[in-house]
């Protein structure tokens, strides 16, 4: 077992020292998030699996707080209402969920967000090219190779792994970067 536990850390910290190679993506992220909140718009946030865990986690660190005490910022996760995602995945299928639900909410200034592992979750592509086509700004959170995400998110943060687990654990990293930047930015005392 320890070998297994050494094994895992070392993937770990090779894949978060890679992850520097994404400081422009983060920092541009970041800044695209901080114009939407100033103007009072919606950070819609959306994934599968341990990627909607993510998508709900994000858009909770930007309600309520990361670090600081301070006002709420306009966010939502697409994956909290299961009665809706149900209700979608039968009456028009999984692949319509998110659209479903960015259809009446999206709004001019708003920004969309996918995040999946592979970059190619139907779902998520779909909600993604959605947002683009009302001229939403969409950014995404992937690994590998990007997947059909890279070639229609307007920000794509790669994380630099093969492995869903590293992916995820990228993620989760680059999630509280982008929150602690907004809190020191938008409500630094200085």
């Keep these: 077992m320890k070998d297994i536990i050494r094994t895992l850390i070392g993937?770990?910290?090779?894949?978060?020292?890679?992850?520097?190679?994404?400081?422009?993506?983060?920092?541009?992220?970041?800044?695209?998030?901080?114009?939407?909140?100033?103007?009072d718009k919606k950070i819609i946030v959306f994934g599968n699996g341990g990627s909607a865990a993510d998508a709900q986690h994000f858009a909770a660190e930007l309600v309520v707080k990361f670090e600081k005490k301070r006002p709420p910022l306009n966010?939502?996760?697409?994956?909290?209402?299961?009665?809706?995602?149900?209700?979608?995945?039968?009456?028009?299928?999984?692949?319509?969920?998110?659209?479903?639900?960015?259809?009446?909410l999206l709004k001019v200034g708003d920004i969309a967000i996918g995040i999946s592992t592979s970059g190619n979750s139907p779902n998520v592509v779909?909600?993604?090219?959605?947002?683009?086509?009302?001229?939403?700004?969409?950014?995404?959170?992937?690994?590998?190779?990007?997947?059909?995400m890279k070639e229609i998110a307007d920000l794509v943060l790669f994380a630099p792994s093969d492995v869903t687990a590293r992916i995820q654990e990228s993620h989760i990293l680059a999630i509280h970067i982008i929150c602690k930047l907004i809190e020191e930015v938008i409500f630094s005392r200085h």
């Design 11 to 39: 993937e770990n910290l090779r894949t978060t020292e890679a992850l520097k190679s994404q400081i422009n993506i983060i920092s541009k992220i970041a800044r695209k998030i901080m114009s939407a909140a100033r103007d």
């Design 75 to 104: 966010a939502l996760a697409l994956t909290t209402n299961t009665s809706t995602l149900t209700a979608c995945g039968n009456d028009f299928g999984f692949d319509e969920i998110f659209v479903r639900q960015l259809e009446p």
């Design 126 to 148: 779909k909600a993604i090219a959605f947002a683009k086509k009302k001229k939403i700004f969409t950014i995404g959170l992937t690994g590998r190779d990007g997947g059909l």
